[in-house]
């Protein structure tokens, strides 16, 4: 995947934000240079020659450096305010995309992992998952913040700006994809050990392939039709898995860890740390501690037999 950039703009918000950035820089630019300018003059005068010997000052000769001091001082009072209006004007209009003909999408924040939650009013009947957040294109999506633990801070840098978690509190953003693609996401605020794993991916697609994906969401996990694959299940509601992950169709339901109804339609592993192989899932169930250190799911240790039906169940998992 390539790598997130605030500068790789896909949507009308980080549009604003962009434009907001590089106005930013050219003015900082030229003020740069008529800084280094000023001082280039300056050290010039004074190491000339035939420079004047330096001699108490009479208030005529101060004169025409008071008065380059003054407009120098108005410039910069007039650079800054106007440095001011353009954010305010540009927080205005990130505030303004509306959520007129938007679909709202929960997104909390866990250690350390994104859940996304889609109302039913969205996709006819609840779901959740994780991970991968999919949203149509050239739609306003209203996305709804919280946190389960500590604070995190949501950044889809190609489409938004941050905006922080908070457990307790409940917070928005409104963001629009203009143009289809995979955003990678990333947690921009320091939650832990594995704050720099806690990725995510926003996937924009058309108005189908949007509908589908959330048809095939709705459809519970496919029943195992081959003893490898049933095998798989119960180890699966036998072990630990099922005390902390749901797959829908089933009788696991916790919520402790994300939803894996649809674990194998997933490019990557463990919040984007991992492709989504089977030597990588079988290494992450035996020992996700050596992947990502200190992340809550302890290792599962099983049998080789148990372990590769296991494996094919959750590969297929589509
Ligand atoms: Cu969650 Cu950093």
Redesign the pocket.
Known sequence: MAPHSAFDRAGVQSDRIADLFWTYFDISALVFVLVLGALVVAVFRRTRPDAPERSVPSVEAERPKRRAVGIATAFTVVTLIAMLFLSVKTSRALASLGTKDAISVSVV?H??WWEFQYPASVAGLHFTTAYEMHIPVGRPVEVKLESHD????FWVPSLHGKRD?IPGKKGSLVLQADRPGRYEGQ??????LQ??N?RFVVVAESDEDFKKWLAHSLTPAVTPDDPVKLQGQEVFMKSRCSVCHAISGTDAFATVGPNLTHLASRRELAMGTLPNTPGHLAGWIVDPQSTKPGVPMPGTPLPPEELNALLTYLRSLE
């Open positions: 924040g250690k350390w500590v604070i995190h801070s978690a947690c921009a605020e320091f939650c832990g704050h720099a806690m």
